[in-house]
């Protein structure tokens, strides 16, 4: 049973800097994809940051080059490196990952989710 826990979220003021992991246990046959979402109160969720098989990442526009996602297969983490934060980056932030089953079915995984408030 593959699980993900997120961790590093937290109080920062503008402009300040986080950095989001999300551990992976739990065994998978083929890793596809791994992508950072958000949710503010009263809006719906979004895609911060995904990164593919072969490392090639994506993002969202409002990123606007201050997030860096990775993953570290050593530890068995995806990260996500938030810099220059504004306050409307302020949301619940939960990882995803998406893998492959030995008979190439899609399988879908979600952790539950790290806090990021961005104020003074």
């Known amino acids: 049973q593959v699980q993900l826990v997120e961790s590093g979220g937290g109080l920062v003021q503008p402009g300040g800097s986080l950095r989001l992991s999300c551990e992976v246990s739990g065994s998978f046959h083929r890793f596809a994809a791994a992508t950072w979402y958000r949710q503010a109160p009263g809006d719906e969720r979004e895609l911060v940051a995904a990164i593919f098989y072969g490392r090639v990442t994506k993002y969202a526009d409002f990123v606007e080059g201050r997030f860096t996602i990775s993953r570290d297969d050593a530890d068995n983490t995806v990260y996500l490196q938030m810099n220059s934060l504004k306050p409307e980056d302020t949301a619940d932030y939960y990882c995803?990952?998406?893998?492959?089953?030995?008979?190439?079915?899609?399988?879908?995984?979600w952790g539950r989710g790290t806090q990021v408030t961005v104020s003074t």
């Open positions: 995803n990952l998406k893998t492959y089953s030995l008979n190439n079915k899609l399988e879908d995984y």
